[in-house]
């Protein structure tokens, strides 16, 4: 199945949530915190302008990024998870 976004959303893979702290003690899924991190998989074509225009994306396609906790819509395709946001909640990019 393949997925494509609207306008200026963008489909993210999560980052797997730690397995352990760094101190060594194992999580168990209940403690696990969803992770902010993830991988740009999909990007739309960008906003609509009033002028009929589209507006360029900032991000692309394998990009690695940081976005806002709690936003963004969870799904599932496939038995992966991904999170469908738009631009605006992405925090930034991970440049390694």
């Known amino acids: 199945m393949k997925l494509k976004p609207l ?4 489909v ?3 980052m797997d ?3 352990k702290t760094t101190g060594g003690i194992i999580l ?3 403690a696990k915190e969803k992770p902010q991190i993830g991988k740009i998989v999909a ?3 960008g906003k609509l302008l009033d002028d009929g225009k589209r507006a360029k994306m900032s991000v692309k396609k394998k990009d ?3 976005y806002a906790k709690y936003i963004g819509s969870d799904v599932e ?3 992966e998870k991904y999170v469908i946001l738009r631009e605006s909640d992405v ?3 991970v440049e390694k």
């Open 7 to 10: 306008d200026d959303r963008i």
């Open 43 to 45: 990007t739309g074509p």
């Open 77 to 79: 395709i496939d038995g």
């Open 28 to 30: 168990p899924e209940t």
């Open 64 to 66: 690695e990024v940081i």
């Open 17 to 19: 949530a730690e397995e």
């Open 91 to 93: 925090l930034g990019i």
């Open 12 to 14: 993210i893979k999560q």
